[in-house]
């Protein structure tokens, strides 16, 4: 077998292999906004940091009531 049919075949394969996954990512990401996790939300995250920001999601106040955080003289 010829070096350059090899290198070739290793290239067509390569680009077959990097369709399929991007593909797959385009995929994964309309299926995830289909169930409304929506990664746009979360982009700004980063710039919007402080403390006087507004969160991105509603705190749930029975995370505090969850057992972790209860000591035994409470029970």
Known sequence: MDW???KGYIYFFAIAISAILLMWYIYHLYANRARSAHYEEYSNLVLNDGLDDQP?????DRADESPKNQTKDKE
Do not use: V
Request: cysteine-free; aromatic content about 0%.
């Open 4 to 6: 350059t049919l090899l």
């Open 56 to 60: 991105l999601e509603p705190r749930d």
